[in-house]
């Protein structure tokens, strides 16, 4: 078994990970009370990092409600651009290389903040966050989703600041929320706004939600990837000879190499896998869906890409062969240019992987 600190060393991509999801428990504790946010429900570091922890077990509805806290204490620029760069040195120090950071310009706005000045000090952030670790030897590049909620109607405004800010480090848009009862059918002028605008974009579907939800960010809504996708699992049959049968629509996902966005341990959490060993990305892994290994929200599941993999390693005996490929189809996926995908495959994520297993013989 591939030891912890192989796995920590290893090159990491995450494509799904929420801002406001990943903050230290120190920070939300100092930011509460530099700006006299009071609704914390414990003021000491190890109670309310053990809350988030625990309060989140077994239904997205309540997972989300944690996010009132985080956000709370991110409505200003001094705010916004220390959680963004400690977000980039976090996830360095874990090994990431490249990472799509997520946040909704929306919920940022309660004392005054226009969307512009909510992106501009995020991406100040990240920009703070890669020069300190690439100062500390551990370098990351770090760019930003601008997400939508699906609750909400500002959801094409969303998508042409998207527009406006693909060369400022924005690669695409994603919406979020609770899915049961806001289809993403309900957006649609923003994903055609995008489309005709030749701009990336993922949805999240098929988390809490089944099938429909996918087929309807797909079909309907032409998205790039799927943010969870997890419930695809739904379409596909194991036989009793073992055999496997897809059904359409996973048929239709796999042919077309359409990125899961998986996320086992919030998913875990938030009651759509009973358990990691019992979690679909081991079949989906074997039925060579493109599947990319994910955090979700690294504060609420208390979890890190070396904790995932780890995870999966003790699931499902996996290799660092099997490490490499989630990480290569997680670069592959990415909404950065061909080439520069290419480049980081090429020049950190393979020669990484290939240093590691020869020093471990594997």
């Keep these: 078994m591939i030891s912890p600190a192989v796995i920590k060393a290893v090159p990491k991509v995450v494509l799904h990970d929420h801002l406001d999801g990943g903050l230290r428990v120190k920070t939300i504790l100092e930011l509460a009370q530099q700006h006299n946010y009071a609704a914390l429900p414990y003021d000491n570091e190890e109670q309310l990092g053990n809350w988030f922890h625990t309060a989140v077990q ?54 005054g903040l226009s969307y512009r ?24 590049r770090v760019v930003a989703l601008l997400t939508a909620m699906r609750m909400a109607d500002v959801s094409l405004e969303i998508a042409k600041l998207v527009v406006e800010y693909r060369d400022r480090g924005v690669v695409g848009f994603d919406i979020a929320g609770k899915e049961a009862g806001y289809p993403p059918t309900e957006h649609l002028e923003a994903f055609q706004y995008l489309q005709r605008n030749n701009a990336h974009f993922t949805i999240h579907a098929g988390e809490a939600f089944g099938l429909k939800s996918i087929w309807e960010a797909i079909q309907f809504c032409g998205t790039e990837r799927l943010g969870h996708g997890v419930r695809i699992i739904d379409d596909v049959t194991v036989n009793t000879d073992g055999s496997v049968t897809l059904g359409d629509l996973a048929a239709y996902v796999r042919d077309r190499r359409i990125p899961l966005e998986l996320c086992p341990k919030s998913n875990v959490d938030t009651g759509a896998a009973a358990s990691i060993a019992k979690h679909p990305i081991g079949l989906l892994r074997k039925l060579n869906f493109r599947v990319t290994l994910n955090t979700d929200n690294r504060l609420m599941s208390d979890t890190s890409m070396s904790a995932e993999m780890t995870s999966l390693v003790e699931a499902f005996d996996y290799s660092l062969r099997d ?12 909404f950065l240019p061909f080439d520069q995908r290419l480049d980081i495959i090429n020049k950190v994520v393979k020669p990484g992987y290939a240093r590691l297993r020869e020093q471990v013989g594997s």
């Design 58 to 111: 077994g239904s997205l509805e309540i997972y989300l409600e944690t996010f009132a806290h985080t956000v709370g204490v991110m409505q200003t620029p001094d705010a916004l651009q220390r959680v963004s760069s400690e977000c980039a040195q976090d996830l360095a120090q874990d090994g990431v290389v490249y990472a799509e950071i997520r946040f909704a310009p929306e919920l940022h706005t309660a004392k």
């Design 117 to 140: 000045e909510v992106i501009d000090n995020v991406l100040l952030g990240f920009a703070q966050g890669e020069a300190a670790a690439r100062d500390a030897g551990k370098p990351i």
């Design 323 to 334: 490490l490499e490929w989630l990480t290569v189809n997680g670069m592959k996926s990415s």
